[in-house]
């Protein structure tokens, strides 16, 4: 009896999420598995798919524990990744697509990625990224076409190893899947997007993200094959756990690579969506809603602070749109005397106010408020770019001089919201 009280692979097994979609290709075989545009696949269909690019990752020198960075928005090739990867024995690092390029290279170079997907419309931005490595190895790269023109001129210097298609086609539908040794065994990393400081990773283990899925279906309660729009990006804590999740429940995943309110009502019509996840961001889009013939299950959820670490900066940190930016990072890059605060915005529910009061500059004419966004914008994520500037000449101090921030906010607040910005 003793020896039944030691593991061995006849009674015991590490967790990991990938075999949902083992199971979902033999339950749910010919129910769709994604549907973006005109293209459905199947459960079947997918589950071939990720094996064969799985087989091709591997011939690219990728082992057990390296890092597979993902530049691309809610596309199949997206949702493909998380397993291929995975099913390699790999790490998949999902990056934000609204980051900038100096961001984004501080990641590759920590993470050490080997190898970065990259979709056609985000050439400009890996190959500004890639520039700015130093003193690291460059990773390769493959390119996902998605049938779309590529963005910008591509620079000769980077080189991409491979297509994505071309990688799937090529690969070898009998792959002998890497499963782990371990329930430990890292499986994603994720990073902050550098809120108070530069970006921090997070890797998750396959057991830590198996009960995350389980669990978030059953907080949820995700019944089987329910129609999932992927209005949350999968950049996003791995779209919260639900890229494996909805495998679990042989769920049809409806993909947009962007979306306003328009598009998700049409989408919901279309394919008689029943689940979907969002920001806040998401919910203020649909607020003048159309009337709907079904219901639709909606989770939603804030940036949280986490208060033991957060508590003396939570005041410093705005939340735009579901991201969490710094406003001492915007005023580092300002270098005059400004100060930044959230200012309400009735779409993303805040965006950064620029106060600035501009030194005696002899004679030079001072910049305008829009030269101010602009130079921001060369240096800053989009959503970090102040969306207005005030000019005071002297901002509000107490009396050893600290800016008086609470009084600003105050300011702000009452300036009222902002011109409504678009998605």
């Given at each position: 009896?003793?020896?039944?009280?030691?593991?061995?692979?006849?009674?015991?097994?590490?967790?990991?999420?990938?075999?949902?979609?083992e199971?979902?290709?033999?339950?749910y075989?010919?129910?769709?598995?994604?549907?973006?545009?005109?293209?459905?696949?199947?459960?079947?269909?997918?589950?071939?798919?990720?094996?064969?690019?799985?087989?091709?990752?591997?011939?690219?020198?990728?082992?057990?524990?390296?890092v597979?960075?993902?530049?691309?928005?809610?596309?199949?090739?997206?949702?493909?990744?998380?397993?291929?990867?995975?099913?390699?024995?790999?790490?998949i690092?999902?990056?934000?697509?609204?980051?900038?390029?100096?961001?984004?290279?501080?990641?590759?170079?920590?993470?050490?990625?080997?190898l970065?997907?990259?979709?056609h419309?985000?050439?400009?931005?890996?190959?500004?990224?890639?520039?700015?490595?130093?003193?690291?190895?460059?990773?390769?790269?493959?390119?996902?076409?998605?049938?779309?023109?590529?963005?910008?001129?591509?620079?000769?210097?980077?080189?991409?190893?491979?297509?994505?298609?071309?990688?799937?086609?090529?690969?070898?539908?009998?792959?002998?899947?890497?499963?782990?040794?371990?329930?430990?065994?890292?499986?994603?990393?994720?990073?902050?997007?550098?809120?108070?400081?530069?970006?921090?990773?997070?890797?998750?283990?396959?057991?830590?993200?198996?009960?995350?899925?389980?669990?978030?279906?059953?907080?949820?309660?995700?019944?089987?094959?329910?129609?999932?729009?992927?209005?949350?990006?999968?950049?996003?804590?791995?779209?919260w756990?639900?890229?494996?999740?909805?495998?679990?429940v042989?769920?049809?995943?409806?993909?947009?690579?962007?979306?306003d309110?328009?598009?998700?009502?049409?989408?919901?019509?279309?394919?008689?969506?029943?689940?979907?996840?969002?920001?806040?961001?998401?919910?203020?889009?649909?607020?003048?809603?159309?009337?709907?013939?079904?219901?639709?299950?909606?989770?939603?959820?804030?940036?949280?602070?986490?208060?033991?670490?957060?508590?003396?900066?939570?005041?410093?940190?705005?939340?735009?749109?579901?991201?969490?930016?710094?406003?001492?990072?915007?005023?580092?890059?300002?270098?005059?005397?400004?100060?930044?605060?959230?200012?309400?915005?009735?779409?993303w529910?805040?965006?950064?106010?620029?106060?600035?009061?501009?030194?005696?500059?002899?004679?030079?004419?001072?910049p305008?408020?829009?030269?101010?966004?602009?130079?921001?914008?060369?240096?800053?994520?989009?959503?970090?770019?102040p969306?207005?500037?005030?000019f005071?000449?002297?901002?509000?101090?107490?009396?050893?001089?600290?800016?008086?921030?609470?009084?600003?906010?105050?300011?702000?607040?009452?300036?009222?919201?902002?011109?409504?910005?678009?998605?």
């Amino acid at each position: 009896m003793d020896a039944l009280k030691k593991p061995n692979g006849a009674n015991s097994s590490p967790l990991t999420p990938l075999g949902f979609i083992e199971r979902a290709a033999i339950v749910y075989a010919d129910s769709p598995s994604i549907i973006y545009n005109d293209l459905t696949y199947t459960w079947a269909n997918t589950f071939r798919r990720c094996l064969k690019l799985a087989s091709s990752i591997s011939r690219l020198t990728i082992k057990k524990s390296d890092v597979v960075s993902v530049l691309a928005p809610n596309i199949p090739a997206t949702y493909e990744l998380h397993f291929a990867v995975t099913m390699t024995g790999a790490v998949i690092n999902t990056i934000n697509t609204r980051l900038d390029a100096r961001t984004i290279s501080v990641i590759l170079k920590h993470n050490e990625s080997k190898l970065v997907f990259v979709d056609h419309q985000l050439i400009h931005l890996i190959q500004e990224a890639v520039s700015l490595l130093r003193d690291c190895k460059i990773p390769q790269l493959v390119l996902i076409e998605d049938n779309g023109p590529a963005s910008g001129h591509v620079n000769k210097l980077v080189k991409f190893v491979n297509m994505y298609e071309a990688m799937v086609e090529a690969g070898d539908p009998g792959f002998n899947w890497v499963r782990p040794e371990s329930d430990w065994d890292p499986m994603t990393l994720n990073y902050t997007s550098g809120t108070t400081s530069a970006p921090k990773g997070v890797v998750h283990s396959h057991r830590g993200t198996f009960m995350v899925a389980v669990d978030s279906l059953l907080e949820w309660g995700v019944p089987k094959q329910p129609v999932c729009l992927w209005t949350l990006p999968m950049f996003h804590a791995n779209g919260w756990s639900y890229v494996w999740g909805m495998a679990a429940v042989g769920a049809t995943n409806v993909c947009l690579r962007k979306f306003d309110a328009s598009i998700i009502y049409s989408a919901i019509r279309t394919h008689h969506v029943t689940h979907m996840c969002g920001a806040p961001v998401v919910l203020n889009m649909l607020s003048n809603g159309e009337t709907l013939s079904h219901p639709v299950h909606i989770m939603t959820a804030g940036a949280r602070l986490l208060l033991p670490y957060c508590h003396d900066r939570s005041k410093d940190v705005i939340i735009s749109g579901g991201e969490n930016l710094s406003s001492v990072e915007v005023e580092s890059v300002l270098y005059l005397h400004p100060a930044v605060v959230g200012r309400p915005d009735e779409f993303w529910g805040e965006t950064p106010c620029a106060f600035v009061s501009l030194k005696d500059d002899w004679g030079k004419p001072a910049p305008t408020a829009e030269e101010i966004m602009l130079f921001c914008k060369g240096k800053l994520p989009g959503y970090m770019v102040p969306k207005t500037v005030v000019f005071k000449e002297d901002l509000p101090k107490t009396s050893t001089g600290k800016i008086q921030k609470f009084a600003l906010r105050e300011y702000a607040k009452n300036m009222g919201f902002a011109v409504k910005s678009r998605i």
